[in-house]
């Protein structure tokens, strides 16, 4: 099961989208605030965070540059209704791992948590093995 | 063409791009909506097909939030046919009112993009001026642009409008940080262009965190 933070200020767009993802048996936490969103990204261990790139305290751009110097392999997936190219190379720059425009297909956006879910997989194994490399190195075993 | 002729094409025509990429978002964002909630009707037929029970309260729910939504994009869209209609003639009688609320409604979602509430309570007379309707738009918004950035901790910005004998005050509230020079911030040499079209004025009164916009009834009067 897919655990995902989905972020937008569009209370309704969160409840709808919520309620499909979760009958797709996604596990969907929702907050319509930015700074709500970094918090909830530090306490928890998400699969994908989709984001809106227009939102109130903090812009998109903002809060993904955030969320990435706090956990570089985060996967985030930023939807907006305003995706410019600029702002789209400005996303992919700052790490983001997809943009897609709104309205989205939800079997576009299924497919790329999906994937996310499979590149934080193995970038946690990668880590592990690192891991274990450097202790066995350092214990000389 | 002359640079001062060109600062203010420029000035006109940034509002507009700015006002209607605001309002495509807005649309963008309504559609994502109507979008997922069809999408959620196919998932609920799915369902049903495969004999699960589903609550007709969830239906209701779904149908509400589309008319919420259609009602919500009717309004952006008299909004911006409002917009589009206002540069049809440059010099016309337009209702005071009518022109502040459609300010307010073109600049809500930059408030609410800045966690800035706007409070319009105007007087009921009605009000109509002889002005160039998109310019005193485009004054409008700058000044409100300003006061929403310097609302200060109070986070309100209100909006309301005074009838004197040969001119209308439009004073803008709630601009806390209002600085003692506040004349070398705002108005810039865009609004001064704008004032200048205009034949209207700007007053500051620091003490109410205030930004009073005079203009004429009838700008060839000036």
Redesign the interface.
Known sequence: MEKVLLVD??K??LE??A??ME?RDMNVTTTTSPKDALKKAQEESYDAVILDL????M?GLETLKELKKKNPDLQVILLT??ATVQKGVEAMKLGATDLL????D?KILTEKIKKAHTKKMVLVQKKAEEKIRHILAEKGW | MNRQLDAEIETGLQFFGKMTASISHEIKNVMAIINESAGLLEDYSLMAEKGMPIDPERLKVVSDRVTNQIRRADSITKNLNSLAHSVDEFRKSVGIRETLELAMGLTERFADMRSVILDFHPPSDFLAVITSPFHLLNLIWQVLDFAIDASGAGKRVGLTFETGQTSVKIRFTGIEALTNEPSTVFPTAKEAALLDMLGATIHHNTKKGEINLVLPKDDRQQ
């Open positions: 200020d569009e309704e767009f709808i989208m309620e499909r009958a227009m939102m109130p305290e812009d209704g305003h425009e709104k309205p989205a939800l």
